[in-house]
Nanobody
Framework: VQLQASGGGLVQPGGSLRLSCAAS????????MGWFRRAPGKEREFVAA????????YVASSVEGRFTISRSKADNTVYLQMNSLKPEDTAVYYC???????????????WGQGTLVTVSS
């Protein structure tokens, strides 16, 4: 499986962005797709995940109510809708695939290349 993340950019505080992660190859219903981010000088952290088959989603408390993860089976793509962005959301965002639900990056075997989100006025 190859993952291609896109959609990052520069946005003002309070603005919105939608990240996309296109996957090549088959994704089994039991798989989980996740988004992680690494802010400057910080460790990579969990942002959100979604069970590919049933669509159950999970988000980190730091983004709850602002970020939404979704997926399109038809397009083999997972999305991260980010609203009410804050400067502290500035980071490189990565999509990843795991075989089961986890918030631990070590459980994700496949990773996209990352897309930079900068929130600044």
């Amino acid at each position: 499986v190859q993952l291609q993340a896109s959609g990052g950019g520069l946005v003002q505080p309070g603005g919105s962005l939608r990240l996309s992660c296109a996957a090549s190859g088959r994704i089994f219903s039991s798989a989980v797709m996740g988004w992680f981010r690494r802010a400057p000088g910080k460790e990579r952290e969990f942002v959100a995940a979604i069970r590919w088959g049933v669509g159950t989603s999970y988000v980190a408390s730091s983004v709850e109510g602002r970020f939404t993860i979704s997926r399109s089976k038809a397009d083999n793509t997972v999305y991260l809708q980010m609203n009410s962005l804050k400067p502290e959301d500035t980071a490189v965002y990565y999509c990843a695939k795991a075989t089961s639900y986890s918030r631990d990056q070590n459980d994700y075997r496949y990773w996209g290349q990352g897309t930079l989100v900068t929130v600044s006025s």
